[in-house]
């Protein structure tokens, strides 16, 4: 959890974790399990007091739920107010208003009692005077009917099951600009130390409930004998993070910036055990950040400083292991309640993100994918642990019906910066909740609903750990009637072809290919790739005058053999590729073979010079080494800002397929379509642009939001696979103001589309 600051620790045992890691990543058998299914993307920007400008920042961070699973509640820390939502048709979330704290107030943490929801607020005025309270507020009106004073700046909260306690951490989080004596900045310690506190909730009225301390230090700030024998770093400082309360009404609480975990015993208020979250060397993941996954990386005796805990049985705990100052191992681990490990996942959290296209190379230096929320709860009589990775936007869910042996079971893309992972079993739900919001971009945080089923869930998966991502075209594999190949663009270097297999659901990434150029791999900005029907590519590259690889300055077609070896590089025409700015070719396709092959390609947006909104389709024939032009008109932009172009052009027939989108993302997005124009013939007269006309084939919109996520900006690839089939893939841009998330679906078949 954060709020106004972020956090860390250090450790005892070292723990080695192979290549392959101690997990599986291959999901657990789908007749026997639960599924879950993307119902619906709330913004909670939608959800401001009135007056308010949409623009601001606007988070869910933490959430809970009425007793009755129908009313969410969460934390805007950003807004200083706490948020309502009516979640009785979860595939329509709706807004029902906010409660404003006072200026400078933070809510960090909601947990519901009955008709009652505590929040506790952080009112610290500054690192070295922490404070805060616990407001309870009664759901049905939102009328605060107390208050009290905690002592100390809050973090997380949790309520038992038989609702007899509640439990809530009080951080006292470190100045991450503060240098102690004899330290670096950020270091600890830094008085005063954190603690946990208690809230008995005797009797039906709050008025009757009253607060106990488990002081976490000893007299005058001492380090507790407990804390120093467990060899957690910085003893005397200590800073409780998330707690958790299993049946026997025991707490485990993080203590993440001392790498170690704590165990309450909630009825007398004694602390039963301390132990060290330990260290870690993982191998077999990337530690550079340098726009390549290269999985050859370790990191050693790395804390691994967990965040979010839950228990998942009386005596087994899971910490995920988010990391902050020293540490983080970029996964998650399951510990008996004496401390011992039972299961670590070791790489397999990090190569999850590269199978599923979910690899953030940003934050490969830095701790990797961030797992950093987790949640267990039981779904049909099996119990399954939800872990959520805040830097690559995802929720992995395992079954952890044997805990020491969990299985993967599936991959749920989420929006940016999943915080809160609610599970509400009573209705069937995984509700996460998102802290990341930049109004510039379209990237709104919200609440995502998961309704659990057996969905056929769209999506990507590569059979081995690759970190493929910002697919930017398509192409049917000849002779397979269920094969196509991918591309990626200038996101990730150098450039890979990938082999995908769509008869498997989610369809599978099962070879890759890298282009080489003069022997040595090559980086283009690829955005369009046919495959030639007798063998070999066709790429079309998008040049871009500033970039830095020499590869990337120049739009290009380039032909490549079967084995990915550039074999010719094609320039526009040097009158044409005066006038090209960023936005260069996008789509490429094939007509004919041998001296008759004819390729054609499209430019994103309109030359200067041009008419308005008419952009170039060209026809390159190599045999000739001509070019002729014609037109294609572009739908009216909504805003100079938001403007539309072209990504991706295919041959259907005697027609040509073209994919137009706008720029905006989320609930601004408007304009996602394919049209298609006649395949013209003949060659136009030298210094005309004959426009030709174009028909609806498809309004995208509609399918983006239908899939209940955030839409997807780059709509970048079509094609008709052998089987007749039409499959779509949006480009994550690398998690460049974007989540991510990779949609690559059917939206039918060519003759349902095209009509042939």
């Not at 009225?205 to 120093?228: D, E, I, K, M």
């Not at 996954?293 to 087994?316: L, M, N, Q, S």
């Not at 030639?532 to 066709?538: L, M, Q």
């Amino acid at each position: 959890m954060e709020s106004r600051s972020r956090r860390v620790g250090l450790a005892a045992a070292a723990i080695t974790i192979g290549l392959t890691g101690l997990g599986t990543a291959t999901p657990a058998s789908a007749d026997r399990q639960a599924l879950f299914e993307r119902l619906a993307t709330y913004p909670v920007f939608q959800n401001r007091p009135a007056g308010t400008p949409a623009e601001d920042e606007t988070v869910a961070e933490i959430s809970t739920v009425s007793e009755d699973g129908r009313t969410l509640i969460y934390t805007d820390a950003p807004g200083g107010r706490v948020g309502f939502l009516d979640i009785s048709d979860p595939k329509r979330p709706r807004g029902k208003g906010t409660i404003q704290l006072g200026a400078g107030e933070e809510p960090t943490s909601v947990a519901v009692v009955g008709p009652y929801v505590l929040v506790v607020v952080d009112t610290s005025p500054s690192f070295t005077a922490p404070s805060g309270r616990v407001d309870v507020i009664r759901i049905a009106d939102r009328v605060k009917v107390r208050s009290l004073d905690l002592g100390g700046q809050p973090d997380s909260i949790a309520v038992s099951g038989d609702r007899r306690y509640a439990a809530i951490v009080i951080e006292n989080e470190r100045d991450e600009e503060a240098t102690p004596p004899g330290g670096d900045e950020g270091d600890l310690p830094q008085a005063p130390g954190g603690l946990l506190r208690i809230l008995d909730l005797t009797g039906r009225s709050p008025a009757s409930w009253g607060l106990r301390t488990v002081p976490f230090t000893g007299s005058g700030g001492a380090a507790l004998p407990s804390f120093v024998q467990a060899g957690l770093d910085t003893p005397q400082d200590p800073e409780p993070e998330y707690v958790t309360i299993n049946d026997d009404n025991r707490a485990a609480v993080t203590l993440q910036e001392n790498n170690g975990i704590a165990i309450v015993d909630l009825r007398t208020g004694r602390i039963e055990r301390v132990f060290s979250a330990g260290k870690v060397t993982v191998t077999g993941i990337d530690i550079d950040n340098d726009g390549s996954y290269d999985p050859t990386g370790k990191i050693e005796d790395t804390p691994r400083e967990p965040d979010a805990i839950a228990w998942i049985d009386r005596h087994t705990l899971a910490t995920a292991n988010e990391g902050d100052w020293k540490g983080g191992t970029r996964g998650w681990t399951v510990f008996s309640d004496t401390g011992r490990v039972l299961w670590d996942a070791g790489n397999s959290f990090e190569h999850l993100a590269a199978r599923y296209g979910h690899f953030n190379d940003d934050r490969a230096d830095n701790k990797g994918t961030e797992p950093e929320g987790l949640a267990v709860a039981t779904f049909k009589g099996r119990r399954y642990a939800f872990v959520g990775s805040e830097r690559s936007n995802f929720v992995a869910v395992y079954d952890v019906s044997r805990p020491t042996r969990p299985e993967f079971v599936q991959f749920l893309p989420t929006n940016a910066g999943p915080e809160g992972l609610l599970p509400v079993p009573s209705r069937g739900l995984l509700l996460v909740s998102s802290e990341n919001d930049d109004a510039s971009i379209g990237m709104r945080a919200g609440v995502q609903a998961f309704g659990l089923g057996r969905p056929e869930v769209p999506g990507l998966v590569a059979r081995d750990p690759i970190g493929w991502g910002a697919l930017s075209g398509l192409s049917p594999v000849p002779g397979d009637r269920r094969g196509l190949y991918a591309v990626s663009d200038a996101v990730f270097t150098p450039t890979r072809i990938f082999r995908i297999d769509t008869g498997r659901t989610p369809a599978m990434i099962t070879r890759t290919l890298t282009v080489t150029r003069n022997g040595t791999p090559a980086g283009y900005d690829i955005e369009g790739i046919i495959a030639r029907p007798h063998g070999g590519f066709w790429l079309a590259a998008e040049g871009d005058a500033a970039a830095e690889n020499p590869l990337a300055t120049r739009n290009l077609l380039v032909l490549l053999d079967d084995r990915g070896a550039v074999r010719q590089e094609v320039p526009l025409p040097a009158d044409i590729a005066a006038k090209v700015g960023k936005q260069g070719l996008e789509g490429v396709t094939v007509t004919g073979t041998g001296k008759d092959e004819e390729v054609w390609t499209i430019l994103q947006r309109a030359l200067p010079g041009d008419p308005a909104d008419v952009v170039r389709i060209g026809r390159y024939r190599p045999a000739t080494g001509t070019w002729a032009w014609y037109g294609y008109t572009l739908e009216k932009s909504a805003s100079a800002a938001n403007w539309n172009g072209v990504s991706e052009l295919v041959v259907v027939g005697d027609r040509l397929a073209v994919v137009e989108r706008d720029k905006a993302s989320g609930t601004d997005a408007a304009h996602k379509k394919i049209y298609s124009v006649p395949l013209p013939g003949g060659t136009p007269a030298p210094g005309t642009l004959p426009v030709l006309p174009k028909r609806l084939v498809r309004d995208l919109l509609p399918d983006l939001r239908g899939f209940g996520g955030h839409v997807q900006e780059k709509v970048e690839g079509l094609a008709v696979a052998g089987d007749g089939r039409v499959w779509v893939v949006t480009d994550n841009d690398g998690f460049v103001d974007a989540t991510g998330e990779t949609v690559f679906y059917s939206p039918g078949t060519a003759r349902g589309l095209f009509g042939r």
